[in-house]
């Protein structure tokens, strides 16, 4: 019997067509528009103003607090601008715009492809270079990585767990970072391993990657002995942080708690690539794979795309936008964010490009509930989405906080799953969005 | 780029089930015990089960389009799937006319009036058929005499009888003309859709496959009657019948599968569906046994569906992280 998590959960059609596309390394842009803010926390503040030469790897935006993370330039060139943009959603964000020159990186980056294993520093040396790299949760929560290593006083790290789940429909950028830089992800492990000093590490990989479950499993006992290669039953939301810690030790994660109040640190495969660079090749983190994909689309790939490359650029390189394209999604179809404008730039917790075409971007026409319970068995956290979705509704705010709506982690299940295709989750989400503000108004008063 | 976009919150993808294909499922899983019943019964059986179906589809028209007024949903099926299950809980003798009172019972009050699909609290085609018991009772319970059968009497009632006459099982069973393998395969009087345990059981095997039903409900309350009789059975089989017989006879399995699973009258969560099928389970067997008549299933059913709102306030899901959360 295949391990995966004990309360409910669906099976999407899978859809991985780019599986098979090989990483390769996008043209650079004639200009790249870097957001100071690609991570959970404060923004960081700009330290180059315009006019500025900069080199490829320099540090442009300074950490800003202590969650917070550090902002590179992607490319060599000159800064046109420190301004705002427009993003995805239609928000105003402060921004670097840099105009593109053919590469010269900041001295010390080793850009050669040799693998170094060695890794003989300090945990606090580990975690300042990572720190220092501005690296952050590459799996799309973009949670800066050196806060996620600085244990609690009083708490004890027992696991580190790598998150190579991939359980979103169409993404593939995981599968490919964990088939060609496979190497390179578990000596970036074995180094998170050392700077939150666990000797339990486990990979949890679906088992629909059976190839990249056994690449790993061959290549772990030369690189470090400790690395466990766990194959886990297809089941989405497998990926999500307490689902995987769940599958893979059994233990949960309590109500309201973290990961590490059960001693585990759940790292991504693509975070533990990101390690692997700054701590043994000084390498910022400067350029991640982007998964672009959709059946209209011209054609698939995983791109190796610098930060700040805008998204009309990866969608023009991979054939232009399809005549008959519909949405165009940030991110895996379950929890990907829907975009208003394609001229954004890709961030650091970008994993996907997703277009759909236009008969399936609008959703179906809502029908009465017929009560079939599916949304109550879909629901990895064991909620009633019927019944919370019911209650926001008619307000019942107290009702839907005794019901755990701030339990909810927003995965779309109940809403996949619904015969009659009410939007559970959007009343979910405003619902506990509101019960979040009350209960903040209540505990500062 | 000029192109206007769909922008919605996700998910962006949705599963392929839908209730007109879901209630399709159900018709389709019908569908091999209407053969067996037409087989065994005749043609009449077809007649019977069209008629009931069109009344129920033109009834539910003809009320939200003249009395409600609000949108028409009858394209998705489930007046067609009431239609079909309260012709399979009829004898194939019954008068057509009563057909369709009974099909405007079971679609005007058992489900129109609580506001349409997913608002009744009973099922429907049992509110219709209990009606129908009540209303005729000797065309109800005039069931066809098959092969050489004595009396056209359900071999529930057949064994009820001679039991309350006295007679042990091994008597009782000498009266009647039937063996185990004719109640698997149908060769029994009854309502004709109820006469095949193995057509039954092919539906079900179906509404698992098309991911319809999780087999909770109709493995809980077969379990039921099963540990109920097995007990009486174990304890007194002179007096008891077994399981397996009171699994193959009457609705158990007619009920269990295609009823008591109703989505819209059965519990939410999978510990309200253990006691809401313990309770059609019990119930069933205590009519059976005690009762005034020889099958309960009905009234089983329509009893636990009245109690199925109290289940779903009481019993709540097993919660994902639902342990206090240790104090750093």
């Not at chain 2, 007046?79 to 019954?94: C, E, K, Q, R």
Request: hydrophobic share 45%.
């Amino acid at each position: 019997m295949l391990k995966t998590f004990p309360i409910g959960g669906i099976h999407p059609s899978e859809s991985k067509i780019s599986k098979d596309c090989r990483i390769e390394p996008m043209p650079l842009p004639a200009m790249v528009t870097i957001p100071l803010s690609q991570h959970i926390g404060t923004p960081s503040e700009a330290i180059v103003v315009k006019g500025d030469r900069v080199l490829t790897g320099q540090l442009i935006g300074r950490s800003s607090g202590f969650v917070s993370s550090n902002v590179h330039s992607s490319v060599t060139g000159t800064v046109m601008a420190v301004d705002t943009f427009v993003d995805q959603g239609g928000m105003r964000r402060p921004c670097i715009t840099i105009q593109t020159e053919p590469d010269e990186w900041v001295p010390g980056i080793d850009l050669s492809g040799n693998v170094v294993r060695e890794c003989n520093l300090s945990p606090a040396e580990i975690i300042a270079k990572v720190a220092a790299a501005g690296v952050v949760g590459m799996g799309g929560a973009t949670f800066p990585t050196h806060v996620k290593l600085t244990v609690p006083t009083g708490k004890k790290a027992e696991y580190l767990i790598i998150n190579g789940v991939e359980c979103e429909p169409y993404l593939t950028d995981d599968y490919r970072v964990m088939m060609e830089r496979g190497e390179e992800v578990l000596v970036g492990v074995s180094i998170l391993a050392r700077a939150i000093g666990v000797d339990r590490i486990m990979v949890g990989i679906e088992n629909n990657k059976p190839d990249a479950i056994k690449h790993l499993a061959q290549l772990a006992p030369e690189i470090d002995s400790r690395i466990e290669v766990v194959p886990l039953k297809v089941c989405y939301p497998q990926g999500s942080e307490k689902h995987l810690i769940a599958a893979l030790t059994g233990r949960q994660v309590p109500s309201g708690g973290l990961p590490i109040d059960v001693g585990a640190i759940v790292q991504n495969v693509g975070t533990a690539l990101a390690v692997y660079e700054a701590v043994q090749k000084n390498k910022p983190l400067i350029e991640r794979v982007v998964t672009v994909t959709g059946q209209s689309l011209v054609r698939q790939a995983n791109l190796k795309v610098r930060i700040g490359t805008s998204v009309t650029d990866l969608i023009e390189y991979c054939g232009g936008l399809p005549a008959d394209t519909g949405k165009v999604v940030a991110g895996g179809p379950m929890m990907g964010r829907a975009m208003a404008r394609l001229d954004v730039p890709v961030v650091k917790g970008m994993s996907a490009v997703l277009v759909i075409p236009d008969e399936s971007a609008r959703r179906q026409s809502e029908q009465l509930c017929v009560r079939c319970g599916k949304c109550v068995s879909a629901c990895p956290m064991g909620l009633e989405p019927y019944l919370l979705s019911k209650m926001v509704r008619k307000a019942m705010w107290n009702g839907a906080e005794a019901h755990n709506i701030t339990d909810c982690i927003e995965c779309g299940s109940c809403s996949w799953t619904c015969l009659s295709a009410l939007p559970l989750l959007d009343y979910i989400r405003v619902g506990k969005a509101e019960v979040m503000r009350r209960i903040r108004a209540r505990k500062g008063r | 780029m000029d192109k206007r976009l769909v922008v919605s919150p996700s998910p962006h993808v949705h599963g392929s089930l839908t209730t007109p294909r879901v209630m399709l499922d159900v018709v389709l899983a019908l569908l091999p015990a209407l053969a067996v019943s037409t087989w065994i019964f005749g043609w009449r059986v077809l007649g019977v089960t069209f008629v009931s179906v069109a009344c129920c589809v033109v009834f539910e028209y003809l009320i939200q389009r003249f009395m409600l007024k609000g949108p028409l949903t009858i394209s998705n099926w489930s007046a067609v799937v009431t239609g079909m299950l309260l012709a399979f809980n009829l004898p194939v003798s019954i008068p057509l006319w009563m057909v369709a009172v009974g099909a405007l019972v079971a679609i005007g009050v058992g489900k129109m009036t609580f506001g349409g699909l997913g608002k009744n609290p009973f099922n429907p085609a049992l509110v219709g058929r209990v009606f129908m018991l009540f209303s005729f009772p000797v065309a109800m319970t005039t069931f066809p005499q098959l092969a050489d059968a004595a009396t056209g009497a359900t071999p529930l009632s057949a064994i009820k009888g001679a039991l309350a006459s006295g007679m042990t099982v091994h008597e009782a069973l000498a009266t009647v003309n039937w063996s185990y393998s004719d109640l698997l395969v149908g060769f029994k009087s009854g309502s004709f859709g109820e006469v095949s345990a193995i057509a039954l059981v092919l539906g079900f095997v179906w509404l698992l496959v098309r991911r319809v039903i999780t087999w909770h409900i109709p493995v809980y309350v077969l379990g039921t009657i099963i540990i109920f009789t097995g007990i009486l059975w174990g304890v007194n089989p002179d007096a008891y019948m077994s399981p397996i017989f009171h699994i193959l006879t009457g609705g158990a399995l007619l009920g269990a599968i295609f009823m008591a699973t109703d989505y819209v009258t059965s519990p939410m969560t999978h510990g309200g569906m253990l006691i809401y099928s313990i309770g059609i389970g019990v119930i069933t067997v205590l009519i059976r046994i005690w009762g005034q008549y020889p099958e309960g299933m009905s009234f089983a059913i329509l009893i636990m569906n009245s109690v199925v709102p109290l289940i779903d306030k009481y019993v709540r899901p097993r919660r994902f992280g639902a342990v206090r959360k240790a104090k750093a």
